[in-house]
């Protein structure tokens, strides 16, 4: 379904995928902090391997978003990939904010946040 806008056409069949790519990344995160959360208690890695084990949750999140969209929308996968992994970022921004966390004083991590959800999620659109 088409309607057009004051923009031009917006296909809402893409929106939507675009959508469900971003709560497929989110649920593929809860799925993988779950699993990760139980090596964590099993084997009491060190800080360093935590935050790591942190920012490969988030990629692999991002990368299978962006590859379900990418497979929704039949051209330029990247885009709505990356679109996919912007849009997860902000979520993880919002709940950052909502925590109560003071993302000010982290500008360098969250900037190397942003790099990597957009990158997972355009690199997943285009293996799509």
């Known amino acids: 379904m088409k309607t057009e806008g ?3 056409k917006v296909d809402l069949r893409k929106v939507q995928a675009l959508l469900t790519g971003v709560v497929a990344a989110a649920m593929a995160t809860i799925l993988l902090l779950a699993v990760f959360a139980l090596i ?6 060190s800080a360093g ?4 084990g942190v920012i490969c949750v988030s ?3 991002c990368f299978a978003g962006g590859f379900f969209c990418g497979k929704k929308n039949d051209t330029k996968g990247f885009l709505w990939g990356l679109a996919v992994g912007v849009l997860y970022f902000a979520l993880l921004l919002l709940l950052r904010i909502g925590s109560g966390q003071d993302v ?3 500008l360098f991590s969250l900037f190397t946040t942003f790099l990597y959800c957009a990158g997972s999620g355009m690199l997943g659109g285009m293996i799509s």
């Open 6 to 8: 004051s923009h031009g």
């Open 40 to 45: 964590v208690w099993k084997m009491e890695p």
């Open 49 to 52: 391997a935590e935050n790591v």
């Open 59 to 61: 990629v692999l999140s």
């Open 104 to 106: 000010g004083a982290h």
